[in-house]
């Protein structure tokens, strides 16, 4: 288990999900808003194509957090984010972060998810026990 | 501005969910987890859990029936069309494992205007069969220009 100190990187999650993620992601989480899964639809309402669901990006920036803590899902408490950017499949995602406090066994940290130069989640605090 | 707020405060009907063991190996695999405790019941056990436990993010599939009606509701009266879901946050307790009953109860918190802005905030509450608090959610739904 990694001894944290407050300004540490933690490491980096990169995942491209592919074409149809948006489609598993749908069946899995029940969520099949078609901005996600059908191409017409997106450019009907202004989009440049199908979106990635922010719960899904979501979904890595806690599987970040909880590989601080040897991937043990009740090590994450708490996770609050902010969607800014909108995701797109086929593009990389880098999910990073730093330690933003520690308290015993708790640590919080700031994360970020970004396709390039576009962060889809910012101002992410996740409150891990290690 | 013309926002309604008359619906801060309302509580929509509970939902229940069922957890089960190929809907949490479902979602694991989906965002790319591969710790047994989500897919195998005795690395499970063997971790301290009563049976295959769901990934935290996973709350999103048992409490996310509770909001449907009250993102619908047209006391809340939002505008679909221009609306982004702006923040989330969770507070988890308890673990949901496979077998589990939840069930959530969706609130509204508060309804507020701010620079041309709604803002739209729900709180989910998700409780076990045991009556322990599985997790708590807030969800900010952000609508364009009311």
């Given at each position: 288990m990694a001894d944290l100190n407050v300004g540490d990187s933690i490491p980096e999650l990169r995942v491209t999900p592919d074409k149809y993620l948006p489609h598993r992601y749908a069946g899995a989480s029940g969520d099949f808003n078609p901005i996600h899964i059908d191409p017409e639809f997106a450019k009907a309402v202004g989009l440049p194509n199908t979106i990635l669901h922010g719960l899904y990006m979501m979904g890595l920036v806690a599987r970040s957090a909880t590989d601080l803590a040897?991937?043990?899902?009740?090590?994450?408490?708490r996770l609050s984010v902010q969607f800014r950017g909108m995701g797109a499949p086929e593009t990389e995602i880098v999910v990073s972060g730093t330690v933003k406090s520690v308290d015993g066994d708790t640590v919080v940290i700031d994360t970020v998810a970004a396709q390039g130069d576009n962060q889809t989640i910012r101002n992410a605090e996740a409150e891990v026990r290690l | 501005m013309s926002i309604k707020t008359e619906a801060i405060g309302k509580e929509w009907p509970a939902t229940t969910y069922e957890v089960g063991k190929e809907k949490v190996g479902e979602y694991a695999r989906v965002i790319g987890l591969d710790n047994p405790v989500y897919f195998d019941r005795e690395a499970a056990k063997a971790a301290g859990y009563r049976d295959v436990v769901a990934p935290p993010m996973f709350c999103v599939v048992y409490s996310a029936p509770a909001l449907a009606p009250a993102m619908f509701d047209p006391e809340v009266g939002m505008n679909f069309a221009a609306m982004v879901h702006g923040g989330q946050e969770f507070e988890w307790g308890e673990p949901a494992c496979s077998g589990d009953e939840i069930t959530t109860v969706a609130k509204c918190l508060e309804i507020f205007e701010k620079d041309g802005k709604g803002f739209y905030v729900f709180e989910t509450r998700s409780t076990n069969q045991n009556g322990d608090e599985v997790v708590k959610g807030t969800w900010t739904n952000i609508v364009r220009g009311v």
């Open positions: 040897g991937s043990d899902p009740k090590a994450l408490k | -």
